[in-house]
């Protein structure tokens, strides 16, 4: 069982109609799925994979090899106790927005990464167009609510991800399995270390690596807006014994001063079905960011229902 490869570049020519809906099956079966032909050239990709690479070696390597992934894991082993980390990840993470810092010392990186980040908002924003029209919602409802009526106020950020290689894979998770919070991610994973993987149907189910790719995955926030038909998916990553795993997780989030709650057409619609009725709260975003932030690695519907009682 493999998640679906969508070609993205079918919607503009004689296959919309079967471009659009299988797009439509992967939000509401899969929750995950894999663009190519998206737009992004791959000359761009390239001098991205280059750059973090390079960021990786020059800025970030000395400082995971200190980090408390790596003494706790030390110390594990010379306990011998066959205990597993449960709360760290063997990650070296670092976030990109518009207002943060970016690392420095790294040629090309800011001028590329920049780059990147305005093509995948573009793709991003062309996604939840897609989104809408499948839901059979007004063009540009999601990303409207997402920046909290007109103007530009959603948040873009980029998570530059590595897995360096672990001697002992079978005590530390890379990443704890977990729904994402916000709206709707764009991930260009490694094309030779594996890891990443979705549960569905009960079973862990790897994300193939393909060249060049992007893994669209949608968070809670969507489920939300679509009233649940489509899902946020659990995944996590695995730690593996050989190979630096990079991975650029790109999403785009609702403003934290945004209202979130199942559109209306969706919810009217669902009340109508009776079994589909609307279970999801409205809520502000910042709010549901402050329970996510203390419950991240936990079952989503608690925090509906904290947010909710806010």
């Known amino acids: 069982m493999a998640i679906p490869v969508i070609d993205f570049s079918k919607l503009y020519g004689e296959e919309r109609a079967k471009t659009l809906a299988q797009i439509a099956n992967a939000c509401e079966v899969w929750g995950f799925f894999q663009l190519v032909n998206h737009g992004i050239s791959d000359e761009l990709l390239e001098r991205v994979k280059k750059v973090a690479s390079e960021c990786y070696k020059l800025e970030r390597e000395e400082g995971f090899k200190n980090s408390a992934a790596v003494k706790k894991l030390n110390e594990l082993v010379e306990k011998k106790s066959g205990e597993k980390l449960e709360n760290l990840d063997w990650e070296d993470v670092f976030l990109l927005s518009d207002d943060n810092e970016w690392p420095s010392k790294t040629p090309g990186f800011k001028e590329t990464m920049a780059e990147y980040r305005s093509e995948l908002r573009k793709l991003a924003e062309n996604v939840m167009e897609v989104m809408d029209e499948n839901l059979g919602l007004p063009n540009g409802y999601i990303k409207k609510a997402f920046n909290g009526g007109e103007g530009d106020n959603a948040f873009f950020g980029t998570k530059v991800s590595h897995y360096p290689p672990c001697s002992h894979p079978e005590l530390v998770n890379g990443l704890r399995p977990h729904t994402d919070a916000g709206g709707v991610i764009l991930l260009f994973q490694d094309e030779k270390v594996g890891g990443l993987q979705i ?3 009960e079973e862990w189910i790897d994300v193939q690596p393909l060249p060049n790719s992007i893994v669209i995955n949608t968070g ?3 489920e939300v807006l679509s009233n649940g038909r ?3 998916i659990w995944h996590r ?3 593996t014994p050989d190979g630096n795993r990079r991975s ?3 999403f785009y989030n609702p403003s ?3 209202t979130i709650a199942p559109a209306p057409e969706l919810s009217e619609k669902a009340n109508q079905e009776v079994e589909r009725a609307a279970n999801y709260p409205k809520f502000v975003f910042g709010d549901y960011m402050s329970v996510y932030a203390e419950q991240k690695f936990l079952p989503k519907e608690p925090r ?3 947010v909710n009682a806010m």
Do not use: E, G, M, T
């Open 199 to 201: 549960l569905k149907d």
């Open 237 to 239: 990553v695995n730690a």
């Open 248 to 250: 650029i997780a790109s």
């Open 220 to 222: 809670d926030q969507i």
């Open 256 to 258: 934290l001063k945004a």
């Open 304 to 306: 509906f229902q904290a």
């Open 230 to 232: 489509y899902k946020s």
